[in-house]
């Protein structure tokens, strides 16, 4: 079974920086589209980054310009380098993955990121 699992949430202050990971085991990690997405409490679940398979990246208009998705094939791990936090960037932060060519879209667990002074 897909595992995806995310690490690096905790507590910043705003203007500081975060860096998630999510690590995937049990699936051809290179094939896959990736991505991050976000959920704030009492908010739909939007879309923070994504990279496709040829390392082509699209970003939130949130996020722009401050956060970077990137990808490591040999280690399985997708990242998101995230500066100049704000306090409205305070969510729970999910990894996905999405092969379409055979249905396939998987979620992890979550991360939560927390932009506080």
């Known amino acids: 079974q897909v595992q995806l699992v995310e690490s690096g949430g905790g507590s910043v202050q705003p203007g500081g920086s975060l860096r998630l990971s999510c690590v995937a085991s049990?699936?051809?990690?290179?094939?896959?589209?990736m991505a991050w997405y976000r959920q704030a409490p009492g908010k739909q679940r939007e879309l923070v980054a994504d990279i496709s398979s040829g390392g082509s990246t699209n970003y939130g208009a949130s996020v722009q310009g401050r956060f970077t998705i990137s990808r490591d094939n040999a280690k399985n791990t997708v990242f998101l380098q995230m500066n100049s936090l704000k306090p409205e960037d305070t969510a729970v932060y999910y990894c996905?993955?999405?092969?379409?060519?055979?249905?396939?879209?998987?979620w992890g667990q979550g991360t939560q990121v927390t932009v506080s002074s």
């Open positions: 996905n993955a999405k092969l379409s060519l055979v249905n396939h879209d998987f």
């Open positions: 049990r699936m051809l990690f290179s094939r896959y589209a």
